[in-house]
Nanobody
């Protein structure tokens, strides 16, 4: 499984980028998809997750109300809409997927072992 994240960049506080997670030879619609972020010197943070069975979504406290995860089945893409960006949102963002998985809260159960290369989001004036 090969995932690819895109949509990051250098952004100003308050910005609203949309990150994309796409996959080749893998249908994202049948699997739970998580977004995580990593900042040097900090632990990797689980940001959000969307289940495939009922579409339920979960968010970390740090992004709830500002970020939205969604799917476009036809495009085999999962989106992370980011609004009201803050400098502390600066990180490399990764999407994660795998088989036989689901998320409950921000607990990722099963296989989330497939990742992309990540996309850098830098929030700065």
């Amino acid at each position: 499984v090969q995932l690819m994240e895109s949509g990051g960049g250098l952004l100003q506080p308050g910005g609203s980028p949309r990150l994309l997670c796409t996959a080749s030879e893998f249908s994202l619609q049948y699997h739970a998809i998580g977004w995580l972020r990593q900042t040097p010197g900090k632990e990797r943070e689980r940001v959000t997750c969307i289940n495939n069975n009922d579409g339920s979504t979960y968010y970390s406290d740090s992004v709830r109300g500002r970020f939205t995860i969604s799917r476009d089945v036809a495009k085999n893409t999962v989106y992370l809409q980011m609004n009201s960006l803050k400098p502390e949102d600066t990180a490399v963002y990764y999407c994660a997927a795998g088989s036989n998985n689901y998320c409950s809260g921000l607990a990722f159960w099963g296989d989330f072992g497939s990742w992309g290369q990540g996309t850098q989001v830098t929030v700065s004036l």
